[in-house]
């Protein structure tokens, strides 16, 4: 990989009055900032420098419900640059695009698999909120319970992701940058080198795309320089865990980003990220549309935890999922081999316990599970310790599997100590609390307790197939996303089909476990779990 400097000094200067910029070519104007504005979901509040609930913290800004919600059309609107930008044929036209065709702009994906009958069914919301009919007004209707969460009500349909044969950027005139942002995941390797491999197929040339080191502060940090990516410097890298762009967390500089967009020339920005990374792209994109800096930005959601709101899942999370057992397995092996074993793992979760669940329904080798989703005691005759004493009692050993964000409640503090710089919880390691308060039970006193936490061990691996393909899918409509001259969205996997949604609404709040759903109901009635409260 090269660094910046020699990307720079091969190319025509792109700082001062003689710069000659690649967004000049491909915008409708010849001014090198167009005035023109993207479609209207952005609002700035305030200037960068504050924190903001709704932004994780990047420079204060707080981005509006996208405005289609309530139009007849029904659909989940995506920003565009289009207005700023022209249109030409995709190089993939020729070709049909390898014979598999286009995505049109008025393809839909539904965002609503379930229409429930009432709020009695499994998975169901307790009440009934406001919901667009058919007419395009809003109307009581029963959601799932896993989206009470949302601020708004959403239309029935979002917009497909794809390649499309009308594209809005000359891709040899180009650049674009990636950034990493926020902790470890397995996959933030393979989209990187997806997102370099169709920025080349595009036609995008090579020492034209930026990796910005360690996370959204390698803009402007001048000890982490950029460097360029080719599709020789990415070759292989899906086979190891990290990134090789490095990371970090926390709210950054959305004034001096932008100056380097607007500097170095970037037409597209890719962040891959988690609700942070996101929340940044979000500001990003904001203080772009004020300054009139026309740069396509662009999230890739990532979050081992699986947290993101409405879509599917996140990349990284199967692989996640199948580490996460081997732990389990050996608590297994381990509390079976000794007289009154307990086998104790703590997994990922702060707020949301999908691994724990899913990893504990995968195993078959799990007692008890816990997430901060479900409130439990430990006492009592209704509580964990007693269930753990019968399961001893049965079997002669038992597994229990917490996340991290579980049984915060019980700690003497309260268990959250502060955050950390990307605004998440920073938790009491409930781990090592429960294995002190079952040494205090009377039953556990002489109990084999061995306690495992695999947190990083997981967060360092490379991807299983499943998500080395999911990864791929995401990095190339993510890069089809920005040809297309969307901007502040992020692309997933929504009822088993890609989409683009508008960044604001997937980072209202953290995804949790539906405690009422059929996935946390389908785990307690394989293994037998009671409610510990």
């Not at 289609?68 to 190089?91: F, M, Y």
């Not at 081999?337 to 195993?363: C, D, E, N, P, T």
Request: net charge positive; glycine share 12%.
């Amino acid at each position: 990989m090269q660094t910046l400097g020699s990307f720079r000094t091969s190319k025509a200067s792109i700082v001062g009055k003689e710069r000659t910029n690649a967004r000049t070519r491909n915008t409708v104007m010849p001014q090198r900032l167009a005035k023109a504005r993207c479609n209207k979901s952005v609002r700035v509040v305030c200037e960068a420098g504050g924190q903001s609930a709704s932004t994780g913290g990047f420079g204060g800004f707080v981005i509006d419900a996208p405005s289609s919600i309530g139009k007849a059309d029904q659909v989940l609107e995506v920003p565009n640059l289009r207005t700023k930008l022209t249109p030409r044929k995709s190089p993939f036209a020729d070709h049909n695009n390898f014979g598999g065709g286009f995505v049109s702009d008025e393809d839909r994906v539904a965002l609503n698999s379930m229409k429930f009958a009432s709020t009695e069914s499994a998975g169901a919301a307790s009440r009934v909120m406001g919901a667009l009919s058919a007419s395009g007004h809003t109307s009581g209707a029963v959601m799932e319970a896993s989206m009470e969460q949302l601020s708004i009500p959403l239309p029935p349909w979002a917009v497909r992701a794809g390649a499309r044969s009308t594209i809005y950027f000359d891709p040899s005139q180009v650049t674009a940058a990636i950034v990493t942002c926020g902790g470890l995941c397995p996959g933030l390797n393979d989209v990187v080198a997806g997102i370099v491999n169709k920025l080349t197929d595009y036609g995008v040339p090579e020492g034209r795309i930026l990796g910005i080191k360690y996370g959204f502060r390698g803009f402007y940090d001048p000890t982490s320089k950029p460097v360029t990516l080719t599709k020789g410097s990415v070759d292989g890298i899906q086979l190891q865990g990290g990134t090789i762009l490095g990371t970090s967390r926390g709210g950054a500089n959305i004034r001096e980003i932008v100056k380097r967009i607007d500097m170095w020339g970037i037409d597209m920005l890719f962040v891959v990220g988690g609700n942070g990374g996101n929340a940044g792209a979000n500001a990003i994109q904001a203080m772009c549309a004020q300054h009139e800096v026309n740069c396509c930005v662009v999230g890739v959601p990532k979050s081992i935890d699986n947290d993101i709101m409405i879509i599917d899942k996140c990349f990284g999370f199967d692989t996640a999922v199948e580490e996460s057992q081997r732990a389990l397995l050996a608590a297994k092996v381990e509390a079976s081999s000794a007289r009154k074993g307990i086998g104790l793992v703590k997994l990922m979760g702060r707020q949301s316990g999908f691994i724990a669940m899913q990893a504990s329904m995968a195993s078959g080798v799990v007692d008890a599970c816990l997430i901060p989703e479900v409130n439990f005691k430990l006492t009592g005759d209704s509580g964990l310790f007693k269930y753990l004493e019968e399961v001893i009692k049965a079997k002669g050993h038992c597994v229990v599997c917490v996340a991290e964000g579980a049984g915060q409640d019980l700690l003497d503090d309260g268990g959250v100590t502060g955050t950390d710089a990307s605004g998440n919880p920073i938790l009491r390691d409930i781990g090592a609390y429960l294995k002190g308060e079952m040494k205090k039970w009377e039953y556990f006193k002489d109990a084999d307790i061995k306690y495992i936490d695999p947190t990083y061990m997981i967060r360092a691996i490379p991807t299983t197939s499943t998500d080395r393909i999911y990864c791929k899918i995401l990095a190339h409509n993510a890069v089809h996303a920005a040809f297309a001259g969307y901007s502040g969205l992020t692309v997933g996997l929504v009822n088993t089909h890609y989409v683009y949604l508008p960044i604001p609404v997937v980072i209202q709040a953290p995804r949790k476990v539906d405690p009422r759903g059929k996935a946390w109901n389908r785990l307690r009635a394989s293994i037998g779990q009671p409610n510990f409260n």
